[in-house]
């Protein structure tokens, strides 16, 4: 079952149309609406659309949104205002809509539709960047002639659009079902002291999408979790691991019962030779360190992997001769896939909610350009068989 969400705003009559084509391909659709939704479109209309009561504030039973978020395969909201978004990003449930978007797991899709200044605005944007960030995929929206005669970025996007978004993520949902997957995300750490650390600056983001995006699949998922700021949203098994050893032995122990198995921490390649212990006293001395490298967890699963495992490894790789390194890792590591980051680039990577990667396999290379980390981390996952989503990234074989 699909749940659509609609909000309060004039393309609420589109959605009609959206959820007759969804109908229509077979697909069974429940419909949700806020209070302010019902000025625009009567709840009659969806229910009579959707051959089943559209879910309104005076629904007749008390929980049917939550029961229906448990069981949705997807949410899609469209329209979704100004005031959703802002609501979906801070957490705030006031109405059946919002609570059942706030209790659901699976993947969310919204189609933003309001008033191009309301769209421009920055706090708007902001909203917009931290629903990206927790792996909501947005759909347009569209620049046109609005319906208060101002023209610009706001318009939803086409019902037809819409739906044909919806069936390519549905067509992903499941197609991992029955495959163990490990992931590690995140930073390690490497002790100084008893206080200070030698660390990085990932944030965990990419490893946590891959995660994340594998379990929507029906992946069975470990995640190996070292130093990050981002979390899964989806339910899995989680694992910490602080340091590169920590990562090195809780990896190679959950290694042997995975199928595939994607290395996107960032793990230190050196760590202090001699940590101190307790806290080392400031005082006016310089303190010089000496660093040892760190094993190669990467070289040791691809030497040592099982007939059929997948092996996926990451690359953070900076300036020109990028792709040419991220080749040479390939072979040197015995993986299967490299996903090669340029992390000279400021608007990618890092610190931001978006990615543009480079697939290096034997195959070739294949670009996905600059998306939210979870289309990337779909685009990641769609090598291990799912052609569907294929067509939205360009490619470029060049062996
Ligand atoms: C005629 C009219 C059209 C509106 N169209 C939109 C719109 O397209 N997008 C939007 O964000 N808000 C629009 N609004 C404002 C929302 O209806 C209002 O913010 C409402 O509180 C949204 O509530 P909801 O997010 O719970 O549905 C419109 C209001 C009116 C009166």
Not at 42 to 55: I, V
Not at 188 to 194: G, I, N
Not at 215 to 235: E, K
Request: charged share 25%.
């Amino acid at each position: 079952m699909i749940l659509v969400g609609v909000s309060g705003g004039v393309a609420a009559y589109k959605s009609c149309e959206l959820v007759r084509l969804l109908v229509k391909a077979g697909r069974e659709v429940q419909v949700v609406m806020t209070p302010a939704a019902e000025r625009f479109v009567g709840p009659t209309t969806f229910s009579a659309l959707s051959r089943r009561p559209a879910l309104t504030e005076q629904s007749a039973d008390v929980f049917p949104h939550l029961e229906a978020s448990r069981e949705a395969m997807l949410f899609c909201i469209a329209p979704a205002g100004a005031n959703t978004i802002a609501r979906l990003a801070h957490g705030e449930a006031p109405n059946v809509l919002t609570q059942s978007a706030l209790a659901f797991t699976g993947p969310l899709l919204v189609a933003p539709a309001m008033n191009p200044r309301m769209w421009a605005a920055p706090v708007t944007q902001e909203n917009v960047r931290a629903l990206l960030a927790r792996g909501v995929e947005t759909i347009g929206p569209e620049s046109g002639e609005m319906a208060e005669g101002e023209q610009g970025a706001g318009r939803m996007s086409e019902p037809d659009e819409i739906a044909g978004r919806i069936e390519a993520r549905l067509a992903t949902l499941g197609s991992l079902a029955g495959r163990r997957v490990l992931v590690t995300a995140g930073g390690t750490r490497e002790p100084l002291d008893a206080v200070r650390y030698l660390g990085n600056r990932s944030s965990g983001r990419m490893g946590v999408a891959v995660a994340d995006e594998a379990a929507r699949r029906g992946a069975d998922v470990t995640l190996i979790l070292a130093a990050a700021t981002a979390s899964p949203s989806a339910p899995m098994r989680t694992l910490r691991a602080e340091t590169a050893e920590q990562l090195r032995a809780a990896t190679l122990e959950q290694a042997d019962g995975a199928d595939v198995i994607v290395m996107a921490a960032a793990v230190a390649d050196y760590r202090p030779a001699q940590p101190v212990a307790g806290k080392r006293v400031k005082d006016a001395a310089a303190w010089t360190i000496e660093l040892e490298a760190t094993a190669d967890v990467l070289a040791e699963l691809g030497a040592g992997r099982r007939e059929g495992q997948v092996l996926i490894g990451f690359a953070a790789e900076y300036g020109e001769g990028a792709v040419e390194r991220a080749r040479a890792k390939l072979k040197r590591k015995g993986a299967d896939l490299i996903v090669m980051n340029d992390i000279s680039r400021s608007d990618i990577g890092f610190d931001s909610s978006l990615n543009e990667i480079v697939l290096v396999s034997s195959k070739g290379e294949q670009l996905v350009s600059r998306r939210s980390k979870q289309a990337c981390a779909g685009a990641i996952l769609d090598t291990l068989g799912n052609q569907t989503a294929r067509a939205a990234v360009e490619q470029r074989t060049t062996v």
